[in-house]
């Protein structure tokens, strides 16, 4: 088995990895949440780089040659380096992607009056990511973040529905709205998101855009997959699932299947 491996802090790399499968229901699939050290967002960076080049590793002794890294905080902090640093030494011939640039690709072509919004953890708003590759693809726009730390752990413990979960989530979507009254694209920055964008919506104008990143790394990966085939080749397809958490398998399970809507079975591992 050569599965695509899907790695992130927890449970929201599992709406990318919803969106991978409807594109691309072919190919194995790896999936690791490294449950029992979330969230990343408030990591440092040689913590992030740390933590994430473990899972990489991981998923690289498992067989995978492909790695997608569906974490934005881990894409913003520890992606780079793991391109340019690590896999020339530890493994020249495999690949990790991950989540930021393909949105940050195609942004621009949603907003009329070229002002972007970006909500995020503390950990990738700090590190400008978005900042600086919304305005590689689309110099002619301005970015304005917002931080929304309590969001993951409002996600994770399943309380982003209660009265002042929804509160906290209104008072960072207004904070960002309040930095330019033209914003009119707002970008999730962070894969746990999707899990609010209903709410998100029903508290914006209808004038302004909301953009999930699932479908758009799932047809960057699909286009990816076409412009490299020698990657393609190696990657089986007899359409498997499997899951790796570092937290308790019985409550990753529960969890999880609320995300795909399927029985799951997950391994426990140990990061190191």
């Known amino acids: 088995m050569q599965p695509i491996g899907v790695f992130d802090s927890g449970y929201g790399g599992l709406t990318i990895l919803k969106d991978l499968r409807e594109r691309l229901p072919e190919y194995d699939y790896l999936y690791l949440g490294d449950n029992a050290r979330a969230p990343y967002g408030t990591q440092s960076f040689d913590v992030v780089y740390e933590f ?3 899972a990489v590793k991981e998923l690289f002794s498992r067989g995978c040659e492909l790695v997608i890294v569906a974490c934005n905080t881990a894409s913003a902090k520890a992606l780079r380096s793991i ?3 690590d896999l020339p030494h530890i493994a020249p011939n495999k690949r990790v992607l991950g989540v930021i640039r393909p949105s940050a690709e195609i942004v621009g072509d949603f907003s009329s009056s070229r002002t972007i919004g970006v909500l995020a953890t503390q950990g990738t708003v700090q590190s400008e990511s978005y900042v600086i590759e919304i305005n590689n693809f689309a110099p002619d726009c301005t970015v304005y973040q917002q931080a929304c730390p309590l969001w993951v752990p409002l996600i994770e413990n399943n309380e982003f529905d ?3 979960g929804r509160e906290f989530i209104r008072n960072d979507v207004n904070a960002l ?3 330019n009254e033209n914003i009119d694209t707002i970008v999730l920055g962070c894969t746990h998101y999707p899990v609010l964008k209903d709410y998100i919506e029903s ?5 302004v855009k909301v ?3 699932g479908s758009i790394v ?3 990966l699909a286009d990816y997959l076409i412009r490299h085939p020698e990657m393609e080749e190696r990657c089986t397809k007899k359409g498997q699932l499997h899951f790796l958490t570092s937290e308790s398998p019985e409550e990753f399970d529960i969890n999880a299947s609320k995300y795909l809507g399927i029985d799951i079975h997950s391994e426990h591992i140990i990061l190191q």
């Open 177 to 179: 709205l309040s930095q």
């Open 211 to 213: 953009v999930a990143q």
């Open 203 to 207: 508290i914006l104008p209808d004038s």
């Open 162 to 164: 209660s009265h002042a």
């Open 218 to 220: 799932a047809d960057s």
């Open 52 to 54: 994430t080049l473990q």
């Open 83 to 85: 391109q340019q640093n």
